[in-house]
């Protein structure tokens, strides 16, 4: 067999051979988690969900303090959006942080407004559901990229 076609032959057993195993790398928390506002919005959202669970289980009127608090995490998200946004490196946490802002006070209204108990409820849920969204967005790892894969093969 000529030298060629030995090499030809031997290429095309390799390639078809399972891939050499790569070492899964562990992914790291993203450092905008451990910034101070991030780390605070993280913080003000887990606190909060919890009340708002406690409301719902107990069934008590939302206090003052929690209503502004409330607000308060939706101007701090909005922060976090302009500065996310301002660096320019990371476009869906952005808008992510800014749509929470939005939401915050229309799930809040929507509580306010609940007559009766299966609204309330629903209104709660839907307020902690967005609290523990709040905290998952800042503290989970970056996904993969969009676009296309490395060397141009979409």
Known sequence: MPCAALAASTLLWMAAGPAPARPETPVPAPATALEPL?????????????????????????SEAFKTEIADLAALNMVGQQRVRDRGNDGDLACIL???????????????????????????????YLLNDNV???????????????????
Request: glycine share 10%.
């Open 38 to 62: 991030f780390a605070d919005i993280v913080a003000r959202a887990q606190g909060l969900k919890g009340q708002a669970e406690t409301l719902r289980q107990t069934k008590a009127v939302a």
């Open 98 to 128: 800014r749509g929470i802002a939005e939401d915050l006070p229309v799930k809040l209204a929507a509580l306010q407004l609940a007559s009766e108990p299966a609204d309330r409820d629903l209104a709660l849920r839907e307020l902690i």
């Open 136 to 154: 998952e967005v800042i503290i989970a790892p970056p996904g993969p990229s969009a676009g296309p894969a490395p060397g141009g093969a979409i």
